[in-house]
C-alpha cells in the first residue's frame, strides 16, 4: 500500500511537478521548436485542442465506502489502563472505491487557494516535544498517521480489480465491545468525519489539475507558438530575399593540385620509366588538393550577394544566433550548384561550414580545402579566436580557402570593421593582404607550415533604434 494526503507527499510530490511531467512525457512541446515551416505550424495549432484532451488525466473522484478487512491483533500495541503491561488492537480496514486517475492521488495539490493540513500534521506537530528516545507507542502512534489513508487495489468476491483508498480504526478488546450497537465509540461517525478530510484533498487535486489544462498549458502553446511563428516568419522573409539570377548559378567548385616541395607527406604513384639499364626508376610524388581560385572567387562572389540581401532586412536576423546564420548560407550555397547530388558544402562544429577534397575529387583524402567560419563580431577577441584557435585548429590541408563571416549590429560600421581588421592584423601568421573580388579583403596567414587566405566578408546588421515620440504642438 503507498500513504497518500500525508506530509511526506506534501513535501516530495507537488502536484504541479507530475502534471508538468505528463505535457513532458507527450513530447508536444519539444514538437513546436521542430515545426519547419507556417503551413505546418498551422496544422499543430488546429490539432492541439485535441491532442491536449487526449492527454488529459480523469481527476480522481471518492466512490462508495464498504468494510473491506479485519486483522486480528493486526493493529498496534496499545497500553492497558492502570497497567504497565501492553495489549494488541485489532484494526479494521475500510475501502472507498476511486474513479479516475489513481494516480494523482499520491500527489499533494500545491497550487490552491484552500488552506489544507496533511492528515498527520497534528501528530507530527506533537512529536516535536516528544523525548529524543521515542518508545514504540510514541513510533506506532506517528505510524498509524502517516498512514491514515493509504492507496492499493482491491479484490472484492464476483467483482473486476480496482482501485481504492483504505483507513482503518484500530480497537482493543474493550473499545470492540464499545463500537457495537448502542456503544459509545461511533466509528462510522470517525470515519465519515476523516473522509470529509480526503475529499477536500481530492476536490482541490481535481481543480488543480483542471486549471492546469484549461488555463496554463493553452496559454503556455499560445506564447510558444507565437514565439515560433514569428521565428518562421523571419526565416520565409529570409528565403524570400535569397533569389539568385541565373548568372549567379555556380559550376562545382574545382580542386587545383600540385606537387609539393618536400617528401614529408605521403606519396602517389604516377608512373615507371625504363632506362637503359633495364631498372625500372619509380617516380613519386605529392599530389597537393587546394581549392581552384576561380572556384574561390565565385563563393565569394555568391557570399556577397547573399550578405547584400541581409544587409536590405537586418531586423529578420538579430534574433539568430551564428549557428542558424551558418545553415542559411549553407543553404543557399548549395542552391547556386544544380546537378550536385550530394551536398558540397557540409556543415560541421559550432558554425563552421566547409568542403572536403574527397568530395569534390575521388582518391583523395579528406583534408577541409573550403572553410567558413560565422561570428557576431561583439568584441576584438572574438574576432580573434574565430582565427586562432577556432578556424586554425579546423586546418588539415596544406593551402586551405577560408571566409571569415563577421556579423556586425553596431551603428558605426566603418570603425567597427577597421577595429575588427586591426585585430586580425595582429594576429601571428598574418603575412599579407589584398582586396578579394567582391570588395572584401584577403588576409594570407601562414600556420604551421600551412597558408590560409581568409577572405574577411563583414556583413552590417543594425539594430532598429526606438523611435521617439514628438510632442504636439
Sequence with gaps: MTSVFNSARKRDSPLSRKLRSILDKSGL??????????DQLDVFEKDLPAALDKLRPEPPKLGDPRPASVREHGGAWVPMDDSPHMQPSTRYFIAVQIEGDHQLLTCWPDATDEDLDPVDAEVQEESKDWPESWGSVERDRLKAAEETWQLSTANFPGEDEVWALYTFFDLTPDQEASAGAGGSIDLQAQFYERREVAVRIVNQIAIQTA???????????????????????????????????????????????????????????????SHSSGAPTEIRVDMRARLAPASFEDVQRVIRV????LERHPAAYHDLDEDRVSDLLAATLNATLPGANREVYSRGGKSDIFIKADTLAEGLGPAKVFICESKWARSNKWVQDAVDPQLFGYLTAHDTSAVLLLLMDQKNFKRTVEARHDALRAIPGHVSEQMGTSDWPIFSYENEGRRVDLCVATVHLPKKLASKATPSA
Design 211 to 273: 486549471r492546469f489544462f484549461d488555463e496554463e498549458v493553452p496559454q503556455l502553446f499560445k506564447d510558444l507558438i507565437e514565439g515560433r511563428r514569428r521565428t518562421l516568419t523571419h526565416r520565409a522573409a529570409v528565403l524570400k530575399t535569397l533569389r539568385f539570377p541565373n548568372e549567379w548559378v555556380l559550376p562545382v567548385p574545382q580542386l587545383e593540385t600540385k606537387p609539393a616541395a618536400t617528401e614529408a607527406s605521403p606519396v602517389q604513384d604516377i608512373g615507371l620509366s
Design 306 to 309: 547573399w550578405a547584400d540581401a
Design 29 to 38: 512541446r519539444s514538437q513546436v521548436s521542430q515545426i519547419p515551416d507556417l
